[in-house]
Nanobody, 124 residues
């Protein structure tokens, strides 16, 4: 009953920026926390950034801290990931996710709803 529609992603040069967006529809009146995760070929899906429903609390993976920023607009039911100073090692499929609880969590299994994923490729 909850759908996530993701946009953004693409090919960018190292040092460049991308902004990913993910909009939730359906039962969006509930207090959802949301997050971004990524998966490279041959690797497990890993935590990138999460945000509480209120937007007050955020958490970032060490590998992206200081470069990526997660934000959300509850009125728009949308979460964003601003990605700056991109590196080739950031190349992966990026997924947005939502869980039916206001508190954030960095574990992928805690999220019931997922977007389709969008490819981010950073060239050297």
């Amino acid at each position: 009953q909850v759908q996530l529609v993701e946009s953004g992603g693409g090919l960018v040069q190292a040092g460049g920026s991308l902004r990913l967006s993910c909009a939730a529809s359906g039962r969006t009146f509930t207090m959802f926390s949301m997050g971004w995760f990524r998966q490279a070929p041959g690797k497990e899906r890993e935590f990138v950034a999460v945000i509480s429903w209120s937007g007050v609390s955020t958490s970032y993976a060490d590998s992206v801290k200081g470069r990526f920023t997660i934000s959300k607009d509850n009125a728009q039911n949308t979460v964003y990931l601003q990605m700056n100073s991109l590196k080739p090692e950031d190349t992966a499929v990026y997924y947005c996710a939502a869980r039916t609880a206001p508190a954030m969590d960095i574990t992928p299994s805690m999220y019931a709803y997922w977007g389709q994923g969008t490819q981010v490729t950073v060239s050297s």
